[in-house]
Each structure stands twice: as C-alpha cells, then as structure tokens.
C-alpha cells in the first residue's frame, strides 16, 4: 500500500509466486571526467492510474534544464564531472533501476562526493526543500552557500523514500530535493489521479535547476 490510493488495485509482493515481469532502462549521461562527479537522480516511472506529474515527471524536466545549463556553450569546462541519471523502478518494491545502477558502481561509490536527488520537487504551492544526509560541514557549507538567496529553495524535512536512500545508507553523501508540503504530497497526490500537470509550478522547476547547476559549477577545488 503506498500514497493516495488506499487500498491500492495493484499486487506488489515479492513472495507472490505467480510471475511477473516488467521492462525499463535507465538513462545516464556523463558530462566532464567520471571521477570524481557529482550524481543528479531522477526515476522515470510512475504508477497505474495517475498521470504522474509531480511523481515524478518534474525531476526529469529539471534534470533536462540541468542539462542544458551545464552545456559546453554554457560552461566549457565543468570544476567537477557531473553525472546526470534517469533511474527507472523507483516505485517497484524491488528497486530495479537502483539495483541495476548499484551492479555497475558499487565499488566506485567513492568517485562520487555527492549525489543530488529530485523526488516530488516542482509542486505548486510550497517551496522547493531540500535535506541532507551524510556531509562534513565543508561539503554542508557549499550545499547552503549554493542554495542561499533563492526564496523558493529553502531547507526542509528529511525524507528518506526516495533514490538518495541507497546512497544515504551506505554512508554517502547525498541531497534530496522535494517540496516543503511533503506530508500533504504523499498523503493526497502521490500515486493517484490528481497528480497532473496543473499541480507543477513551472518556475520552482526553473530555479530548482538552476540551484543544482550553481552547486556543479562552483564546486570548491580541491
């Protein structure tokens, strides 16, 4: 049972013995040096039944606009490598995408200083919020200092149901971007059909992109 339809028309049961499949890729671009980067995540996938704008079409829109802010016309030469990742599967219990990305960076985790994660971050009404998991008060300092002077980014709750968590609970540093009304958002528009385009406000999008594109670009040498 998971977000505003309750109960939910859908089995997911790892221990259901009748099979099931279902097939997805990730998408991953890579622009500057692979070690060390910056990791920005957004999964693709929805649910049956809502349109799945908020959940979670926005942090792909924002990892589009990231995209071009960080292109070489833009900025030809980055501080720091910078990984954008389009991870299906999010919202299978089984995690595939995550799974599948792991498989192929486990023992690489370290190349990465900082992962960025957009889960529910465009939802109009509330403010882009962000929490942090795992950073010394160096990294801290530039996550704040790189977020500071936009009133629509602001520090808000933890918030761990999202793909930051794999990352979070193997000791790494990590950011996750959401809305400051999470409570509201899980309870009365995730997984179900008033998750529609209506409900997005385009200019959190454009500065939630912008924020992610300064904290790439004025990482600290070092």
């Known amino acids: 049972m998971c977000g505003a339809l309750d109960p939910y028309p859908l089995i997911e049961d790892g221990d259901f013995t009748i099979p099931t499949a279902n097939v997805g890729h990730n998408v991953i671009a890579i622009r500057g040096e692979s070690a060390p980067r910056v990791t920005v995540i957004a999964h693709v996938d929805t649910k049956p039944g809502t349109p799945g704008a908020v959940d ?5 829109v924002i990892l589009l606009l990231l995209a071009d802010l960080l292109s070489p016309d833009r900025h030809p030469r980055l501080p720091i490598g910078a990984e954008i990742l389009v991870v299906n599967g999010e919202d299978h219990y089984a995690a595939p995408g995550e799974l599948d990305w792991l498989a192929a960076n486990e023992d690489r985790l370290a190349d990465i200083p ?3 994660n957009l889960d529910g971050a465009g939802y109009a009404g509330g403010r882009t ?6 950073l010394d008060a160096g990294l801290t300092h530039h996550v704040d200092s790189s977020f500071a002077g936009r009133p629509s980014v602001i520090p808000g709750p933890e918030f761990y149901q999202s793909d930051h ?3 979070a609970m193997r000791g790494r ?4 971007l959401t809305t400051e009304l999470l409570d509201e958002m899980l309870d009365d528009l995730f997984h179900s059909p008033d998750d529609t385009p209506d409900r997005v406000d385009l200019d959190l999008l454009l500065d939630t992109a912008s924020a992610i594109s300064d904290l790439i670009t004025t990482w600290p040498a070092s």
């Not at 919020?129 to 795992?134: G, V």
């Not at 540093?173 to 996750?176: D, I, R």
Request: charged share 0%; net charge neutral.
């Open 129 to 134: 919020a962000y929490s942090t998991y795992n």
């Open 165 to 167: 968590a794999i990352f």
């Open 114 to 116: 900082l992962v960025v």
């Open 173 to 176: 540093p990590a950011v996750a």
């Open 56 to 60: 979670n079409a926005t942090g792909v």
